[in-house]
């Protein structure tokens, strides 16, 4: 990851992991690959879950970091999938990195990751297929040059991948649009005549997704549904690796902005352990705990612990109990006031515990007063 460049907010992952993916691509002789794909389904899993060993670049060496945590067996499937003639559907809560995943697939198979539907109650089959610049429609009719390609007619075109996120929440006929598409790997330009039938090239596929909370997965018709492959990307449920996604994640973007930064790993146990209770419900010791409705989502508690370290940076101070459990209660009130109680209770009673036998606890039990 090149900490210092500065020329995007969010670097695409092509562009995040570029001297990874030559890395790999230039070890990747010999591997079986798919046609129309960059790197072969072996150096898409190291590219994902990433490699011991440093791999050669030219004189240098590059290490492969893992990116995907939790579900090694699920990577493996998702790559697998892609390489066979259905569509690949990650659901999941909201935060648990089906989009990540979706895009370091796209970066890895087709060298992009922008080739992307954003579904929405209002994508229309042009956002999806092909529009028309209506200048030149007008003034010269349905010709080519007069075409605009959507994400699928691109996909298809060129052999690359088609990203769909929340696919779920387009209206189903449009979902529907698919179908077809997907069973025939052709996409018909009616307005193109005999001339009009775009057929898929190799590299082709679709990596939709679709988070749980919101209504829709079931709505999905089965047709549809019948042409991928779902696989559900679940809640990180070991406080070690999500500890390791949240230093690493919002490590990864507060270096980007100063490489002194220090990530306080005692601060990330205790983040990871608190959201890890509060969505699993129960304690590490096996009490039971009332989970609140809002999502603690692994992206979540990465932002938060970016947000509250960047409290301390600009303000000049130390990472404060204070400001992580402020942040924690706004987070939980994301989705109704009604969790505030839970929140409380679990202070009140798990970590006024734990503050006996810890004086990092205490503080954090000290810093109940903050929920509000
Ligand atoms: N298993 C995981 N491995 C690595 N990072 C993870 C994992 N789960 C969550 N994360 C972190 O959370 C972020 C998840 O974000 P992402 O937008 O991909 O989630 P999502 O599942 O698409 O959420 P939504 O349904 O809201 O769109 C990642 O950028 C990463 O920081
Ligand atoms: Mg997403």
Redesign the pocket.
């Known amino acids: 990851m090149t900490a210092k460049d500065t020329t995007y907010i969010k670097p695409p992952m092509e562009v995040l992991y570029a001297k990874e993916l030559a890395a790999l691509a230039e070890n990747d002789k010999g591997n079986k690959k798919p046609e129309g794909w960059l790197l072969s389904p072996k150096s898409i899993k190291t590219f994902i879950l990433g490699s011991k060993a440093a791999l050669k670049l030219g004189k240098e060496k590059v290490e492969i970091e893992q ?4 579900d090694d067996s699920l990577v493996e499937r998702c790559i697998i999938t892609l390489a066979g003639n259905r569509g690949l559907m990650l659901v ?1 809560e ?8 979706s895009e370091l697939l796209s970066a890895a198979i087709s060298g992009f990751t922008t080739n992307t539907v954003q579904g929405t109650a209002g994508t229309t089959d042009d956002n999806i297929k092909y529009s028309w610049n209506y200048a030149l429609l007008l003034a010269k009719g349905p010709v080519p040059e007069a075409l605009v390609p959507g994400p699928l007619y691109t996909g298809m075109a060129e052999g690359k991948i088609t990203r769909f996120e ?1 696919i779920t929440r387009c209206p189903s006929e449009v979902q529907d649009a698919l179908i077809s598409v997907m069973s025939d790997k052709v996409l018909s330009v009616p307005e193109f005549g005999e001339a009009g039938f775009i057929f898929a090239k190799p590299g082709f596929n679709i990596i939709a ?1 679709a ?1 749980i909370r919101d209504k829709g997965v079931n709505e999905m018709s089965s047709a549809l549904k019948r042409r991928f492959n779902f696989e559900t ?1 679940n809640p ?1 449920n070991s406080v070690k690796l999500e500890s390791a ?1 949240i230093s690493r ?1 919002a490590g990864g973007m507060l270096h980007a902005i100063d490489e002194k930064i220090d990530i306080d790993e005692d601060i990330v146990e205790l983040l990871a352990t608190t959201f890890n209770e509060l969505r699993e419900g129960v304690s590490r010791e096996g009490s039971k705990i009332e989970s609140p409705s809002s999502v603690m ?3 979540e508690a ?1 932002s938060l612990y970016h947000q509250s370290a960047l409290t301390a940076y600009y303000y000049e101070a130390d990472i404060s109990i204070d400001t992580l459990v402020q942040n924690i209660s706004t987070t939980v009130l994301k989705e109704s006031k009604d969790d505030l109680p839970r929140l409380r209770n679990y202070f009140n009673t798990i970590i006024k515990a734990r503050a006996e036998a810890s004086e990092l606890w205490a503080r954090f039990y000290e810093a109940r007063k903050w929920i509000k």
């Open positions: 990116k995907f945590y939790g999941g909201p935060g648990t990195a089906k989009t990540m995943l929340e997704t988070n990307v990180i996604i994640q989502s692994t992206a990465v």
